[in-house]
C-alpha cells in the first residue's frame, strides 16, 4: 500500500464501482458524500454539508474518519482553519484535499471530480441542494487557491477523472497513476 497517496472518490458523475473497486487496498482513500456508499470500505469519510449528515444517518456510523467543516456536525471531527485559507470552502471535494492533506498525503488522486453535471446517482431529489453552474464556477477558484498552497508544500494532485472541468491539476488516469492492471468502465 502507497501509506502517502490518497485517493478521493467525489460523487461526480463519472465515478463508478470499478474504479473504486480498482483503487482498494493500493493506498488511502476519502470518500466524498455519497461517494461512501460505493466505497463503504474507504479510510475517511468527509462531508460538509449538515443536511446532507442529517439526510443520511447511516453515514454516521461509517467504519472510518469521519470529517466535516460545519460545526453544526456532532458525529465527527471537525477541520478547523479550513475557510481562513481557500475561501468559505463549502465543496466538500475541496474539503476532502484538505483531509488528505492534514493525514499527511504527498501525492492526492482526484476521481469523480467532474465539476459538471450531477452525480454518480443522479440529482438529489431528497431534499438536498444540487450544486448549481455558478457554484461550480465559484469552486473552481477555491481549487486554484488549494493548487497553490499544495504545490508550495510539495503535494501532488493528478485528475484522474475522465472529462473533469477542473482544469486546475495535472491531468491523468487510474493505471498510469497507481499501476497497470486495466479499470472497467
Same mark, same amino acid.
Given at each position: 500500500m502507497q501509506a502517502d497517496t490518497f485517493v478521493l472518490f !467525489?460523487?461526480?458523475?463519472?465515478?463508478?464501482?470499478?474504479?473504486? +473497486?480498482? &483503487?482498494?487496498?493500493?493506498? #488511502?482513500?476519502?470518500? $466524498?458524500?455519497d461517494a461512501y456508499r460505493i466505497a463503504p470500505w474507504a479510510d475517511a469519510l468527509v462531508a460538509n454539508d449538515a443536511a446532507w449528515w442529517?439526510?443520511?444517518?447511516?453515514?454516521?456510523?461509517? !467504519?472510518?474518519?469521519?470529517?466535516?467543516?460545519?460545526?453544526?456536525? +456532532?458525529? &465527527?471531527?471537525?477541520?478547523? #482553519?479550513?475557510?481562513? $485559507?481557500?475561501?468559505r470552502g463549502s465543496n466538500s471535494g475541496l474539503l476532502a484535499m484538505w483531509v488528505a492533506r492534514m493525514?499527511?498525503?504527498?501525492?492526492?488522486?482526484?476521481?469523480?471530480?467532474?465539476?459538471k453535471g450531477t452525480?454518480?446517482?443522479?440529482?438529489?431529489?431528497?431534499?438536498?441542494?444540487n450544486t448549481t453552474p455558478e457554484q461550480f464556477a465559484t469552486f473552481q477558484t477555491?481549487?486554484?487557491?488549494?493548487?497553490?498552497?499544495?504545490?508550495?508544500?510539495?503535494?501532488?494532485?493528478?485528475?484522474?477523472?475522465?472529462k473533469s472541468a477542473l482544469k486546475c491539476f495535472r491531468k491523468s488516469n487510474l493505471e498510469a497513476v497507481l499501476g497497470h492492471a486495466q479499470v472497467a468502465a
Open positions: !467525489a460523487p461526480g458523475e463519472s465515478l463508478t464501482q470499478a474504479q473504486c +473497486d480498482f &483503487v482498494r487496498g493500493r493506498c #488511502k482513500t476519502i470518500a $466524498v458524500s442529517k439526510a443520511r444517518p447511516d453515514a454516521k456510523t461509517f !467504519a472510518g474518519l469521519r470529517f466535516s467543516a460545519n460545526p453544526n456536525v +456532532d458525529c &465527527v471531527e471537525q477541520v478547523k #482553519k479550513f475557510e481562513h $485559507v481557500i475561501g493525514l499527511g498525503a504527498k501525492l492526492i488522486v482526484l476521481v469523480g471530480y467532474d465539476m452525480h454518480f446517482f443522479g440529482p438529489h431529489t431528497d431534499g438536498l441542494w477555491y481549487f486554484e487557491a488549494l493548487k497553490k498552497l499544495l504545490d508550495k508544500e510539495g503535494i501532488e494532485v493528478m485528475n484522474c477523472t475522465p
